[in-house]
């Protein structure tokens, strides 16, 4: 079994910046792929990014530009550098890893963009 721990929400004003950092309590597997999803009220969760352990990574479109994923496979460790946050960011953010044949998942860290 693998647990997720996730850090690093909050609350900031628009524009402003998070760093959000999630940790596998394990490191003796090879991690197919890491990455962040989010959930606001009321809507489905969707991917912000993931990267794959062939280093190619892929962002929605409303946060390409802006948010930058980034991870250390020795580590088992994947963060998200969120920049010029905006209103439509508030949300539930997920941790997830996929360990073939299966998905795990962070506890969620809640961002609040707000003036």
């Known amino acids: 079994q693998v647990q997720l721990v996730e850090s690093g929400g909050g609350l900031v004003q628009p524009g402003g910046s998070l760093r959000l950092s999630c940790a596998a309590s394990?490191?003796?597997?090879?991690?197919?792929?890491m990455g962040w999803y989010r959930q606001a009220p009321g809507k489905q969760r969707e991917l912000v990014a993931s990267?794959?352990?062939?280093?190619?990574?892929i962002y929605a479109d409303s946060v390409k530009g802006r948010f930058t994923i980034s991870t250390d496979n020795a580590k088992n460790t994947v963060d998200l550098q969120m920049n010029n946050l905006k209103v439509e960011d508030t949300a539930t953010y997920y941790c997830?890893?996929?360990?073939?044949?299966?998905?795990?998942w962070g506890q969620g860290t809640q961002v609040t963009v707000s003036s």
């Open positions: 990267k794959t352990n062939s280093d190619a990574a």
């Open positions: 394990r490191n003796d597997f090879s991690i197919n792929r």
């Open positions: 997830n890893i996929y360990v073939w044949p299966t998905n795990y």
